[in-house]
């Protein structure tokens, strides 16, 4: 991404999202943990809902059937239009210390397959699934759509 980008509540998001996202170089992200508004670090995540998972070195194919026998409860998996999935997963850490130790425990799981490290932190980004990176698409490839939490309409 380049730059602060743009910060906007959610139900504004979705009214400016209703508009078909240009196609841009560096694609479209979103911030998958709730801010507070006032800044883009960790310092300004409200909630400890999710964490993203993502490879660089290992082959799509090999992603997608990783996530597929993980014990993980995965929310959504996005093709980013390059070299990676990214996987979001459920973790809803009542703190940081809580995201922090569940987080590094599913890192650990994941170490001996070349997990992205640096995606760690609770303010990371994901990419937004429908928009362009280039002339490629960044596609949702499953959504948790049954799941009782989504179910309950929790916004």
Request: glycine share 8%; net charge positive.
């Amino acid at each position: 991404p380049v730059g602060r980008g743009e910060t906007l509540p959610r139900d504004e998001w979705r009214e400016k999202l209703e508009t078909p996202i240009t196609k841009t170089a560096g694609g479209c992200w979103f911030r998958y943990n709730p801010m507070d508004g006032y800044g883009i670090t960790d310092k300004n995540v409200t909630a400890f809902k999710h964490a993203c998972i993502e490879f660089d070195n290992i082959p799509i194919d090999l992603q997608i059937s990783l996530f597929a026998t993980l014990p993980l409860k995965i929310r959504s998996i996005t093709h980013s239009a390059g070299k990676s999935i990214h996987a979001l997963v459920d973790v809803r850490g009542r703190s940081w210390a809580e995201y922090e130790t569940k987080v590094n425990a599913i890192y650990e799981l994941m170490s001996h397959f070349g997990i992205d490290a640096n995606c760690k932190n609770p303010s990371r980004m994901s990419r937004l699934a429908g928009a362009y990176r280039g002339s490629e698409k960044q596609r949702l490839i499953y959504l948790n759509a049954a799941d009782e939490i989504l179910a309950k309409g929790i916004r």
